[in-house]
């Protein structure tokens, strides 16, 4: 765990520096690939929708965690709805003049390595992978049991992205160790 979570903050400034337009890029170069790789993803998705089904999950569960053609369309289209999104790193917030001509300004920078944990719902993976993305962090991430082969294959194919752009995976990252234990080390 501890080297996991070394080469996702060693990856930190590599992110943190990329200009909009490289991470708009990329976040549509993400959408195109969870298309073009849909039948993957349902399939890994099938696996978790047998076993929600052995386990007796709610149908509303049951629903939330299901993933299909259109349902991949939507998802894809968040991340192209991120990458639209104004760019958030480096905007003045704020700014003032001191009286001895010194010009102070609150500007947004990124936080560095973000750690989220959600219940069963896949699509949050590439949610929230590309929320920290566009924002210039890096995404550690842990999904709900019930979801793990459809976030595998989601996170796989973002990471395979980053790859292609000569960036590091560890950019966007599921938690290795999903027991209590591991995120109690994450938190």
């Keep these: 765990m501890q080297e996991f979570l070394a080469k996702a903050k060693a990856s930190m400034p590599i992110v943190a520096t990329l200009d909009g337009k490289t991470k708009n890029r990329i976040l549509n170069e993400m959408a195109d690939a969870l298309i073009s790789n849909s039948a993957y993803i349902v399939k890994e998705n099938l696996k978790d929708m047998q076993e929600g089904e052995r386990l007796k999950l709610d149908a509303s569960l049951l629903d ?4 299909d053609a259109k349902r991949l369309e939507g998802v894809a289209q968040s991340l192209r709805d991120i990458a639209a999104l104004k760019e958030p790193v ?3 917030l704020d700014g003032w003049i001191q009286e ?14 973000i750690g989220v944990i959600y219940e069963s719902r896949p699509n949050v993976t590439s949610d929230v992978a590309g929320l920290c993305f566009k924002s210039g962090n890096v995404a550690i991430l842990k999904g709900g049991k019930e979801a793990e082969f459809s976030n595998q294959a989601i996170a796989k194919i973002l990471q ?12 966007i990252s599921l938690l290795p160790d999903s027991s209590r234990e591991g995120v109690a080390k994450l938190i």
Excluded: M
């Design 64 to 67: 939330r965690l299901l993933l």
């Design 90 to 92: 480096g905007r003045i």
């Design 100 to 113: 001895d001509n010194i010009r102070i300004e609150k500007v947004s920078v990124p936080i560095g390595v």
């Design 160 to 171: 395979k992205v980053l790859v292609i752009n000569n960036l590091p995976k560890e950019l």
